[in-house]
């Protein structure tokens, strides 16, 4: 290349790190060392010259690191690199780099990379950090509880035995005696429509006394419970123990995909968590109640010393919340009596979300099949004062806005609830904005499913396509930043004492939440978790494929580092907050951090183009 076709080369690395710590003359020297490679989609994956192992630098386009078995260690974009591993390490190269996106990527020759590692410290300390979070990466489950953070794939069936619903139950008989399998899907016109078990032959044929010949559609359980392959094992056998079920069909959409049965689970190793629900539901009153909830800090010390994906430690964490709350409710129950009409316990925020941390307080509110007289009054006023309090004394301390049900405001009937909502959608005044950031996230803990549904269906037909409610929830997800200032300097701010620090809630995960859950209800969608709502719109293509991992792992590694930062204050017996002090993090991580805050700001300037164009 000549000097005009080198300064473009020189220019990018040294806007892109660990370049930008090496001289100027070493810039040159690498850009005159470079070559330039155009990899297309089309093809799939990098081809890599064995015999000639490099350094490839992403200049534009998209790629992901993917372990033999497939699984995803990392994901590569503008200014990123891969093939350090295999330079580093001297091992042949094992893993493959999918091609997301059509890129130019620059090719820097090994003998080039050794030379800048001997000669520039902080070069060498950056891929050998990188390298050292690539092996936690493809490792970071080993040494983990399995049916805490496994998914599902890992034990279940792939191959699962399946009938066609018009066959008789004799050729059932037959096919899971020849498996030697307990029991089969049933598919009809290609989709799942149903599954017989052991327990379906015996108390739906031979006890009845029917024929040999009844079809399969008379004795199968119909729209069985299923779980999706991102599942965690421990969700699994949670479904299995509140379903009272031992076979679990995996599903996608309406295909099947596998079976997982109890048997599996047996055969993995036992789950803290779920013997921690398992505790709650067999305590026999609120003293004891409280007594083991004092173990959730422990759990949540465990996780996060795992290095738990921070979306799972929520799942996690949130289930033993549902699990103590519905036990609570139970309880009370057992002293008040049976509820006068049926009711929904709602959670809101970040249990909505189940994306609950340390410093979880409580948001709840009560919905009620219709108006209460003064005895059913006086019942859920009691019912939910008493859950209100054991929650507090479990450690979710009562909410500092009130937000609760034993508050009359958030204690009403499916028809109050709705109104609530319209007008809050249909005046989008400042207040209504700011409960909308609360209240939107909303999911039900106790009490049937097709109520909650009512009122979810109603809230979400209001919001789709509103434009002028829509602009103000826009406007208000962005009435806070990311603490980056100009040069990307991190901008700090006092946690309440002298020391300076980033807030990596309010001005990280909340502002991802916001963003996701504007173009959530835009849509329809009815997904509240952050993660799941941005795969859901990634799906729907409402955000582009690109932008939504991109906010999907900004999502990630800001929550994964207020966890960290938690686990680290409170290991020192520090108080436990949100801030996190730059001098704590290590260069590279400084780096990610910055890209991270730096998606956020794009994905704002995202929404306020799309909603607020008109306003």
């Not at 060392?33 to 386009?61: H, M, Q, T, W």
């Not at 699984?71 to 997301?100: M, Y």
């Not at 906010?551 to 207020?562: C, N, V």
């Amino acid at each position: 290349m000549d000097a005009s076709e080198l300064q473009p080369v020189e220019q990018f690395l040294a806007a892109h790190s660990p370049f930008d710590t090496l001289s100027k003359e070493s810039i040159q020297y690498c850009a005159r060392k470079i070559s330039i490679g155009y990899y297309s989609k089309a093809s799939a994956f990098v081809e890599f010259d064995k015999d000639n192992p490099k350094l490839y630098i992403v200049r534009s386009g998209a790629f992901e690191v993917r372990d033999p078995e497939g699984v995803l260690v990392d994901r590569v974009g503008e200014g990123e690199c891969f093939g350090f591993s295999t330079l580093l390490s001297g091992e042949k190269v094992v893993n493959k780099v999918a091609i997301l996106e059509d890129g130019l990527v620059y090719h820097l020759p090994q003998s080039v990379f050794a030379k800048l590692r001997s000669e520039h410290r902080s070069f060498d300390q950056f891929f050998a950090r990188a390298f050292a979070k690539r092996l936690r990466n493809e490792t970071k489950f080993s040494a983990k509880d399995l049916t805490t953070t496994s998914r599902i794939t890992s034990i279940m069936s792939s191959q699962p035995i399946i009938i066609d619903a018009h066959a008789s139950v004799m050729d059932a008989a037959k096919l899971m005696r020849e498996h030697r399998v307990s029991s089969v899907l049933v598919i009809d016109n290609q989709k799942l429509t149903g599954i017989l078990t052991d327990r379906d032959l015996r108390n739906r044929i031979i006890a009845e006394g029917l024929d040999v010949n009844t079809l399969v559609s008379q004795a199968m359980t119909i729209n069985p419970v299923t779980t999706h392959a991102n599942a965690l094992v421990f969700e699994a056998m949670l479904a299995m123990s509140e379903h009272n079920i031992h076979h679990l069909p995996v599903v996608d959409g309406s295909r099947a995909l596998g079976m997982i049965t109890s048997t599996d689970i047996l055969r993995s190793q036992s789950s803290q968590p779920l013997l921690l629900i398992g505790e709650i539901g067999r305590q026999a009153n609120i003293e004891k109640l409280i007594q083991v909830s004092k173990q959730i800090p422990l759990l949540l010390q465990n996780l996060i010393s795992a290095d738990a994906r921070a979306e799972e430690i929520g799942r996690v964490l949130t289930s033993v919340t549902d699990a103590l709350t519905r036990r609570l409710i139970e309880l009370n129950q057992q002293i008040l009596g049976q509820a006068p009409m049926a009711f929904c316990w709602l959670a809101f925020g970040s249990q909505g979300r189940q994306d609950q941390v340390a410093c979880s307080d409580q948001d709840n509110g009560l919905l009620l099949a219709h108006e209460p007289d003064e005895f059913a009054g006086a019942y859920f006023e009691a019912l939910t004062k008493a859950v209100c309090k054991g929650l507090d004394e479990c450690g979710y301390i009562y909410c500092p806005g009130d937000i609760m049900a034993q508050n009359p405001k958030w204690r009403l009937s499916l028809v109050k609830w709705k109104g609530l909502f319209s007008r809050w959608v249909n005046t989008p005044e400042p207040k209504a904005l700011m409960h909308a950031s609360i209240f939107f996230d909303m999911r039900p803990v106790f009490g049937p499913l097709s109520l909650f549904s009512e009122l979810q269906d109603d809230v979400l037909a209001a919001t789709q396509n509103n434009d002028i409610f829509l602009a103000g929830m826009a406007g208000n997800s962005i009435t806070e930043s990311p603490p980056l200032g100009f040069f990307r300097k991190f901008v700090l701010e006092r946690d309440g004492s002298e020391v300076k620090g980033m807030d990596l809630k309010h001005k990280g995960s909340a502002l991802i939440n916001d963003i996701a859950r504007v173009y959530a209800l835009s849509a329809g969608i009815k997904e509240v978790n952050t993660a799941k709502r941005i795969r859901a719109l990634m799906d729907a293509n409402i955000i582009n494929r690109k932008d939504a991992l991109n906010l999907a792992d900004a999502h990630e590694f800001i929550a994964h580092m207020r966890l960290a930062n938690q686990g680290y204050q409170a290991t020192n017996n520090f108080p436990v907050n949100n801030y996190l002090k730059p001098q704590h993090l290590s260069s590279l991580m400084r780096h990610q951090l910055r890209d991270a805050f730096k998606v956020v700001h794009d994905a704002q300037a995202g929404i306020k183009l799309k909603f607020m164009r008109s306003f």
